[in-house]
């Protein structure tokens, strides 16, 4: 039977058992992983939508998951969330039918949007109306670079500066 | 006027001192700032057949100093690092061995010293206390004279590390004024010592006196850095390697950057330091730039450059270079007479402006 230990959390027994057990620290002082250890509570009791009993089916499903995500593959994704795969689809895309888009709610709020901006540069006669002003073209940035010569400074009198100064020091 | 006139930069990790020659120029030594407890006895079988070793008798002790304590004793091994050392006793031992290595065996010194910008007005205060509580005149004894050595102290001075190196791109040799541009507009010089950093901006080679205090950083230096990270790492490989100290590190990296042999040799085994040496200079370079390049001076925008200085420069240099490109100017083209090493800068300059000073 042999121990390891690695980065001193997460250890594993290998006994020359079929079956491992891997155990791992969550430190509930942390705000992350405090939730986290809530999310592990209802997937084993049940609760906030989890039917319970599904703790070890996630924990394996999230690892399988992440790791082929990391390795730049749906694979995964697509087995676990199918829906995703079809909200993906060029075909869903070409035939309009976005799911978000449908929602009554947004397009109305666009509408409302285009609306406003439509009044900003065509107010309605009940609004005031824009002088008729001329037109002046906008300012050009005039490149100031050939205003500005750099000159170095050369003080002859710096070595004479520092002997003073030092001189100064034993007064 | 004072017989000899030397510029001694006892730092931390070693002791680099030059002596203003008659004849032009100057001399220079150096040694790693540390001694051991020596018995200096011989059996008298010659050179051939003993270790040959330097000693030097200071008040009632005999010491062995610098590289001589990893080759022949290990025992009382001693250094004093930190805040507190100025010119006391072990600092004063450096100091004197400094003047007698350079040769003077009596007659005035006019003596330039040098202290961590930080530290700088308690330490200066300090050493002009200490170096004179006892009387002015220092005697120290070199293996193979016959009598001790006797000089008096006419002058100390006092600078802050890194504006005195700033001083031999200011001064020429003979201490006469140089004008060039290099301290033209905001610099900031990095003084990457052994165990302190000290970071200083001058705008037109002017600094704030005020801003002394706050341009040095304890444990910053390359001990804390380097050393003790590349001696804790070759400590682990073997049982025999646990008698090492940083110094024997220090040894190895310097003579690495001599010769290009970082190889560290102890108890029948050999280790290349040098990949250990290049991965914590980066580190080093990096823990620079983000506390105190872009920390302190804004990444180095507004500063016209930067020039980098100290033992720690051709560790760091090429890294802080190529983050931080033209702004790391290289001082040297800019520097009269012979060329110096960045680790010598502070003495050096400290030779100038003395001479400044005494022709002026």
Redesign the interface.
Known sequence: MGWQEQAGQLWVKIAGRKKIRINFWLDTSREEEASVAAMIYHLKYGGYGSPGRIFTKTIRDGIRLIWDLRQGKTDVLFELFPWIKSELSPRTLEEGTNRLADTPILVEKLERLEQLLSEQFHPSSGNPKALSAPQFADPIDEDDDDLIQLRPVVNANASQNLIKSLMQLQN | MATHIVSIDAGNGGTNAVRAMKSGGYKQIYFPSVRASATGESLGLGKDLELQYDYVDWGSHRYVIGDDVLRVTRRHMERHQGAFRYGDEFHRFLISVAVGKLGIRSGSVDLTLFAPPGM?VQARELLQKRLFEHGATTMIQFKGDKKPRRWTYENV?V??EG?GA??C???DEKGE?????????ETVILDMGVYTLDALK?T????N?EMLEHATWENGGISTHILQPVLRAIKKTSNDFSILTPDDIDLCLRTGLTTGDYTLRLAGYEVDLKPLIDRHSERYAEWIANNIIDGVFNGLRGIRSAILIGGGHPLTERWLRKWYAEKIVDPTPHITGKKIAAVDMNAVGGLR?SL??VTS
């Open positions: 700088y001075t600078w802050p504006l700033a001083a791109f200011a001064l004024v140089v004008a060039n541009d290099l301290l033209s507009g001058l037109d080679g002017n600094f006196p402006l400044a000073r």
